[in-house]
T-cell receptor, first 114, second 111 residues
């Protein structure tokens, strides 16, 4: 158990809908990262937040957005969902987000768009 | 752009049969090479971080090594519970804080 929690574990929804994925980092960690894992793309970095502020952006679609709240939990919002958005979404956390740090991953949310 | 290539894609071994997994990388200014283990439907589990060429780390039956172009994950006398996908990732100086992952090696250990 990494100490990172994610809810829900599974999510089934329809195309065009909007969903919110939630992540709580390890106790004491200020930085949160979101990754998407699909069969053909592997693990892809989406976005990073540090202490409530966006720090880095990766291959995140405009339909996707995220935020980190004062209690340091983070939410990833996915809207206008398409079939291709079906994937595993992982949250990771680290202490302060410096380049030397290890990122610890949560158990993931499996999203299925029908 | 930072890139990671892992080989082989899949590897099947008998229990006790030692082998190595390869991770080749290109990165502008390595700031860490990370090995993770991932079981089906679960999140990646951290194994090792290596920072500079020549560095080695060990944990139980696993040993990770690093050169300037590649890393190896050596598995000695594996057991069926070592079956998993092993992921390699790098963080470079230009990639902000993101990890760039390889596609992984799916390891199966037969009893």
């Amino acid at each position: 158990d990494s100490g990172v929690t994610q809810t829900p574990k599974h999510l089934i929804t329809a195309t065009g809908q909007r969903v919110t994925l939630r992540c709580s980092p390890r106790s004491g960690d200020l930085s949160v990262y979101w990754y998407q894992q699909s069969l053909d793309q592997g693990l892809q970095f989406l976005i990073q937040y540090y202490n409530g502020e966006e720090r880095a952006k990766g291959n995140i679609l405009e339909r996707f957005s995220a935020q980190q709240f004062p209690d340091l939990h983070s939410e990833l919002n996915l809207s206008s969902l398409e079939l291709g958005d079906s994937a595993l979404y992982f949250c990771a956390s680290s202490v302060s987000g410096t380049r030397q740090e290890t990122q610890y991953f949560g158990p993931g949310t499996r999203l299925l768009v029908l | 752009e930072d890139q990671v290539t892992q080989s082989p894609e899949a590897l099947r071994l008998q229990e006790g049969e030692s082998s190595s997994l390869n991770c080749s990388y290109t990165v502008s200014g390595l700031r860490g090479l990370f090995w993770y283990r991932q079981d089906p439907g679960k999140g990646p589990e951290f194994l090792f971080t290596l920072y500079s060429a020549g560095e080695e780390k060990e944990k139980e039956r696993l040993k990770a090594t690093l050169t300037k172009k590649e890393s190896f994950l050596h598995i000695t006398a594996p057991k069926p519970e070592d079956s998993a996908t092993y992921l390699c990732a790098v963080r470079g100086i230009q990639g902000a804080q993101k990890l760039v992952f390889g596609q992984g090696t799916r390891l199966t250990i037969n009893p």
